[in-house]
């Protein structure tokens, strides 16, 4: 192949691209491409090496924080459950105290009503009751200081509050757990 038909098929930049406006055009077919005549080696790839990894044992701190993380849970869930049931009851002590409000408002307007002062009067005199004279009347003078003295716990050391705490958590999920065993 000349030159200028191998420009012509292959264009400038030897593309597989041919001049379909040629008048020299001769086929619709593309030509053949020319096999190089040396190809270059196939190099093998290399193996992978297998690795075998060994079972990492558990560190002793992970354990610790995994337990505390769980108490943790237990205790917060634990909290939850005690908000819980102090909500319950104090909405039903509310309740109560509503109930007891409105039978005492009642009993009182009760009480009230029986009040005669006429009777009073008359049962005081027939007792030898009488109105209290100007000389029996006697005054307290009430303007001294009071005081009031208000005792409190020494501090303890951090460890200890943190165990005391602990202490009252646990005895306070016995206590809880202790009318749902019985």
Known sequence: MAADDRRR???ANGAA???VYSVNF???AAQPLE????????????ERERRVRAKTAVAPFTLF???AAACMLVLVIFGYVQLYEATTEVSRLQSQLQELNAQQTLLRSKYEGKIDLDTIERR??????HAPESEQIVYLNLSGSD??????????SLIGEIVQ????????LIAYLRPASA
């Open 9 to 11: 098929y292959y264009g």
């Open 17 to 19: 691209a041919y001049d």
């Open 26 to 28: 001769k086929s619709n």
């Open 35 to 46: 096999r190089p005549q040396h190809l270059p080696d196939e190099q093998p790839l290399p």
């Open 65 to 67: 924080g995994m337990l």
């Open 124 to 129: 005081a005199q027939e007792l030898g009751l």
């Open 147 to 156: 005081r009031a003295e208000i005792y409190q716990q020494s501090k303890t």
């Open 165 to 172: 705490t602990i202490e009252q958590s646990v005895s306070s």
